[in-house]
């Protein structure tokens, strides 16, 4: 078999065969005169084909049988549409039951596209197309179950058809598996098949636009959702967006409007307060709100429509004070006097001092813990942590830390195992606070989150969200298609909420067995999310949108195994691709005579099974691998990096990484037990 072959045209006419034997080094195999006028394009590494535009059929020039320059060695196809356009080669990703890879000519004539493939035969595609665009397949473990895909675009129309067709042993068969049509003459296009992101076309404009077009969402997103509803959406410029007990609170692009709304049976504005200097820190308890400024101003207002100012004093340095809400009192932290205070939510409000710690603590490393109304907080040698019991108000309680100060930390969040310290470099470690005291490197983290016992990390240099359960001492992995630009936990913290920003898209993960329950396009997503009970506030087009998570219990295999679903396509189905299983096929008819070539469309009941068959089979491999290791799994077939324990002869070991692309699901199982063993 030749390796590589390269084909040179010479001035004189002559054409050369040549077989790359190493690198830089040509032997010239075949030498062939042209023949006048004749195109020729290289169909695979053993086939060239030789035709003339306008001529109906075409010479197939087999290179293995050509002992050497005969005219016999030359196959002649005939009764094929005409040559009107040139011809073009595309690889399929079906593979011939050699195993060898595949190719197709694909060529225009008046009202047909031509698909000459390498098994000898051709079939036509009716239709107005005229350019044949580039088209990239990602497929995974799911390739083999499709054929191949042709991408078409008619300038005139604007209309872009996607086409998958298919040969077996043979016999071939198409269908039109998706089509665009755009409202804007498109000078050039491409087409990108996924598994997760179904059909995605590229298109630039006359007009110098540049378009992307998500084709799967565009014919399977039904104008109302089932699962997930809209409940209302609220025109602001907003740039921050936090939930706050029953409130939400935004603040506009001055950030000296802050506004607060509640829902109840409906998003509701109960207040709306604008300040002279920007917002730099506000808080809630109960029915006040505190609010701190940049000139120094701490002002504290009744919630109300009226938004009456109960207390205020100029005398804060609003850079190193911090302010938390424990029960019912707001907690003031002023990390150069080193004094604490509390304001008591009565009927007057005064300022209280409740002692001076005994450390210095200009960083103001703050944090509380509601459950347990306790704030912590840490000196800035980290050699001491404070901690403050609500309930009883008067004992400021030290702990010696042992922590050492090599490590810069930029935060310190309280969890119930202890305290998750955000350090620079994106690290987040768990200190533990029980008496083992120790310290647990937990990764790096892009954004990070932590609920009750939970907490969860993004690490973009692999696009995996890791999830830590720190009471039942778990770790799972999530892997996200794309990006994750923020993030955050459901309140009971099963759910987790992935924004990817290039994709417009809100993902739902299942923590316990790391499924993507849900993926919802939504435009212009800002980088802000936040739950509250059932309810999801996102920011889209600088307007706020609350979304309600409907509870839904049937397990992903349950949808597709029994319960027949009139649900929407994009929401049944993780993998977006199989949103188009269903189109029907045509198949072409495997006539002996190949130029009474019929077309009879095929009904879906008739045709073989062996699609949905092996794609509950793969998917059936994956949900029970989801069973066994839990508490996440990475629910991508593409492994980026497999982890070794390698022992070197002088005995030390070293952890090893290796890239690693796994084709197949048996492969994947592999890998779970290799990990099991190794880690
Ligand atoms: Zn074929
Ligand atoms: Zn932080
Ligand atoms: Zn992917
Ligand atoms: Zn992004």
Redesign the pocket.
Known sequence: MIESLVKVTLETDVICYLHTKQPESYEIIKKLKKKSENEGILLNDTTDVHYDIGQSFAYLYHLKNAEDFQNDSFRRIDDLPSFSSRCHRVACHQELSTGKADAALVWFDVGTAVVLHSCGKHFCIPGDYGILCETEVTLYDFSRIFGNFLCFLNRHTSKISIFEWRCDEGSHRYRLFAYLQVDHEISLCVCHVDLYFGITVYCTLDNGEFRKYSVTMMSYLPGQSIILKQDKKLIQSIIDLQIHGDFIVTLDETKKNLKLYRFLNHLSLVMDICVFNVVTQYCIVSSHLLIIESNGTLSIYEISAFSELKFETTQVQHDVVKVHAVKSSFLIVNGTTRELFSIENKRSLKLKKIGTLRFECRSVLTTVMPAQSKLFILSDDYSTLAIWHANKTYMIQYVSTLLDSSVLINNIHAVSAGIVLHCHDQQIFLWKLDDSNTRTFLGRARHFQTKNNRIVLYDGSVNKLIVYDTTQMLRGTIQVP??C?ALCFSEDTEYLFVI???ESMLLMYQVNNGKCLEKLFIENLSAQIQTMDDRLVLLSNDEMLLISIAKQHTSYVEKNDHVPSNGCALFEEQYWICCHKKRPWVRISTDNDSSNISTTLASSSDLPLTFDNDYLNILNELNKLADVHLPCVDGHPYVDFVKKLRTMSDGTQILIYTPCRLKTIFQRLLYFDFIDQDI
Do not use: A, W
């Open positions: 794309n990006c630009d990817d920003r290039e």
